[in-house]
């Protein structure tokens, strides 16, 4: 009943979140008795089917459910849900902001991102490597409530930027409750995904091709788009597609820094679930966030793909 | 352009960003020495007092508490479940083995607010069969943070077991070892870097979770992230930034310890 909800959740809308876990191809060891490798793998297996493919496909079916205010939830089959998330131009406008915010940091993630994983890769010693791709990841795991928070003394009304413009004889900004402030905190949780990406897939490409270029005479920005781009695009699109998929997501940055009228999915999601106790619509929502994310994402993946292929033609 | 030239506009570039991407963590400790009663800037001096006040709330105290308990059981949630899944899947070919690759590693994939509010609803449903109380209890949260916590795990056991010769584990066999002492006295003591590093990394990933927890916690059991969240929701003064400052310095130090025994960035 729930295959599509299902696949949604299983196959990859993180072909780039949960890369493949490079195990080794089959054949080498061949060991064809069966009984111990399933009741080794069959406890972690029953776990995560149990208490999150289980619950997703209990939410599916919620989602087709009736909601009638006082009752919560009336048994039914219906896509009245779904139907309502189409029709109502507030929710539009929820999944278009949640869209445009993603867009928009993520893109800026790519332009950051990759100076620093070349100058990491091309540039810094081992040893430097090493400590700065440490740094890169450290902010990374403070948190998303710690981490909302620095961004909200830095960018409060009379925070610490608006203490440094001040001081510099300029009028304060606003910035906090903006979607600027969201673009912002967004980016700054994705860049080190972006980069680990990045710095790994430039790791794999050979100096000597870039030193090839350069010696018949391609200025450093031809090399990069003639050489270092085709190369790398698959990590820039795994990289690409990682930080799109965490920001479509979000939650605790638009929540914290975006302030109360601005909305984005995932605060839409758990606002229906656990606030208005409306779990059908909450269900529906969260299908829907994560259809849409799917679509777009295997959409890329293909188109660049198809390009990627004409490219190393 | 020369060469030069260029590496300095990278280096510069890389240190603008970097600086960006550290600039919250700085401000943040900053901030939480500042002697001002209502936070703003410039400091009109400097305090410990903060860290004394932040210890004395009890929603962040008991948060600590909890959010340090949930996270060494998700932990072993993790390595119980996570290792012989990680043997089965890097030393044996079975059928369905990409399957239950996909179904390890698809807590990771998941949105955390869609997988902890179908967590909530399964929970309550359970509790109105059974009549028991799930969603607001400590199994409750344990249940979710395992979860959280066995990708992570899964993914460097195998990335070390992957790394580690079979022929090992096949030297014991032939000797006449058996599969559990194989294991505990061959294949654990090679891969313990890898389990380590799962175990510190898992319990990062458990203490700072704010998704999922956030439908599951219950009054008078809250993690220090959701604590932290609520306190957020009405001020900001340099209490929050201790409280900050002890996470960071706490999660810092497990993860340059966990990127001694592997290295971390291979966990993306």
Not at chain 1, 197 to 204: K, M
Request: proline share 6%; charged share 10%; hydrophobic share 55%.
């Amino acid at each position: 009943m729930s295959g599509s909800a299902m696949s949604a959740a299983t196959t990859n809308p993180g072909g780039a979140t949960a890369p493949p876990l490079n195990l080794p191809a089959p054949g080498a060891r061949e060991r064809r008795r069966l009984s111990p490798a399933f009741g080794l793998a069959a406890p972690g297996t029953l776990f995560v089917v149990l208490a999150l493919m289980g619950p997703l496909a209990l939410m599916f079916r919620y989602s087709l459910n009736r909601f009638v205010p006082g009752q919560m939830m009336v048994e039914a089959l219906t896509l009245a849900n779904y139907q309502k998330f189409f029709a109502d131009s507030y929710y539009q406008e929820v999944l278009a902001t949640t869209l445009w915010v993603s867009g928009l940091s993520t893109l800026l993630c790519l332009l950051a991102g990759f100076p620093v994983a070349y100058f990491l890769v091309r540039q810094a010693s081992d040893k430097w490597k090493g400590r700065l791709l440490l740094l890169v990841i450290l902010p990374l795991l403070m948190g998303n409530a710690v981490r909302t928070a620095a961004w909200m003394v830095i960018l409060g009304d009379k925070g610490l930027f608006n203490a440094f413009v001040s001081t510099l004889g300029l009028s304060p900004v606003k910035l906090m409750y903006t979607p600027t402030a969201v673009v912002i905190g967004l980016v700054s949780v994705l860049l080190p995904f972006m980069i680990v990406t990045l710095q790994s897939i430039i790791e794999g490409i050979d100096a000597n091709l870039e030193a090839a270029a350069s010696s018949l005479g391609a200025s450093h920005l031809t090399t990069l788009w003639r050489v270092v781009l085709p190369l790398a695009l698959p990590g820039i699109l795994a990289g690409t597609m990682l930080c799109f998929i965490l920001s479509m997501n979000a939650y605790a940055t638009p929540v914290l820094i975006g302030g109360p009228s601005f909305q984005m999915m995932a605060p839409a999601v758990y606002q229906q679930v656990a606030k208005a106790m409306n779990w059908p619509f909450g269900a529906a929502l969260a299908f829907v966030l994560m259809a849409v994310t799917l679509v777009l994402t295997t959409t890329a993946n293909v188109l660049v793909q198809r390009r990627y292929r004409r490219w190393s033609e | 352009m020369g060469i030069l030239a260029i590496n300095r506009i990278y280096a510069a570039l890389s240190a603008l960003v970097l600086a960006f991407v550290l600039l919250p963590l700085v401000a943040i400790v900053w901030v939480s020495f500042f002697a001002n009663r209502i936070l703003s800037f410039p400091a009109t001096g400097y305090t410990f007092s903060w860290y004394v006040r932040a210890w004395e709330q009890e929603a962040f105290r008991n948060g600590f508490i909890t959010s340090v308990e949930t996270a060494l059981v998700a932990v072993a949630i993790s390595l119980v479940l996570g290792v012989p899944a990680s043997l089965a899947l890097v030393r044996y070919r079975f059928p369905g083995r990409d399957a239950i690759q996909t179904v390890l590693l698809s807590p990771m994939v998941v949105p955390g607010i869609v997988g902890g509010a179908a967590l909530f609803m399964a929970f309550i449903e359970l509790e109105v069969l059974l009549d028991v109380e799930i969603a607001g209890t400590l199994p409750g949260l344990l249940i979710a943070h395992g979860l959280i916590a066995l990708p992570w795990t899964v993914r460097l056991v195998t990335a070390s077991l992957v790394g580690m010769s079979p022929s090992y584990e096949e030297a014991a066999r032939s000797l006449g070892a058996g599969v559990l002492t194989t294991f505990f006295r061959v294949t654990l003591p090679i891969i313990k870097p890898g389990i380590v590093a799962a175990a510190l990394f898992s319990f990062v990933v458990s203490f700072i979770d704010l998704e999922k927890s956030i439908f599951l916690v219950g009054p008078g059991r809250t993690t220090l992230q959701i604590a932290l969240v609520s306190y957020l929701e009405w001020n900001l003064d340099s209490t929050v930034a201790a409280v900050a400052t002890v996470q960071i310095l706490i999660i810092g130090a497990l993860l340059i310890a966990s990127d001694r025994y592997a290295r971390l960035a291979r966990a993306f």
